[in-house]
């Protein structure tokens, strides 16, 4: 499946991850459907994926594009990249993230590639182990991110010090 880019007026980059045809069985034979999974963000922090069940494929990605707008995140960036490693998991799909010095760019696979340039990570190395199912992969991705703190905010929230945490 390949992934389409397009930016809309209001600055968001939206992504169509997959596209997936089901089917219900009833006693005069099936009733085709589709699933679309997409993934919007605004490049600077913000990212939201939905899911849209319809009859034909265009309603089906305009659902998904309104459910992802609709459950946007925040991350904390440090930059252009992320702030430490993670490790994160959702049902068999694993995935595992790591800072990446500036120029790397984004080396990940697939769905997690997707998630992340729209959040606007630039440089990182991604890695997903175990099930490669897209929902579970990009649902993995965004607990990892949204897990994501910046040592400021850490500090605030233990009492301390940038400092006094980082030694």
Same mark, same amino acid.
């Given at each position: ?15 169509? =991850? ?20 997409? =993934? ?6 913000? =990212? ?61 696979g697939g769905p997690m590639r997707a998630v992340l340039e729209a959040a606007g990570v630039q440089n990182v190395l991604a890695k997903c182990y175990g099930s490669t199912n897209r929902v579970n992969v ?15 905010? =850490? ?13």
């Amino acid at each position: 499946m390949a992934y389409s880019e397009e930016i809309k007026e209001e600055g968001l980059v939206e992504k169509l =991850v997959d596209v997936n045809r089901v089917a219900k069985v009833v006693k005069g034979g099936r009733i085709f459907g589709f699933t679309a999974l997409t =993934v919007v963000g605004d490049g600077n922090g913000r =990212v939201g994926f939905g899911r849209g069940k319809a009859r034909e494929v265009p309603v089906a990605i305009q659902k998904a594009m309104e459910a992802a707008r609709r459950d946007m995140i925040d991350v904390e960036l440090n930059g252009t990249t992320i702030w430490y490693a993670v490790r994160e998991r959702h049902g068999a799909s694993m995935v595992y993230m790591q800072p990446a010095s500036e120029g790397t760019g984004v080396i990940a696979g697939g769905p997690m590639r997707a998630v992340l340039e729209a959040a606007g990570v630039q440089n990182v190395l991604a890695k997903c182990y175990g099930s490669t199912n897209r929902v579970n992969v990009v649902r993995a991705t965004f607990k990892a991110l949204s897990n994501m703190r910046s040592p400021e905010m =850490v500090a605030a929230r233990r009492g301390k010090t940038v400092e006094e945490i980082r030694a």
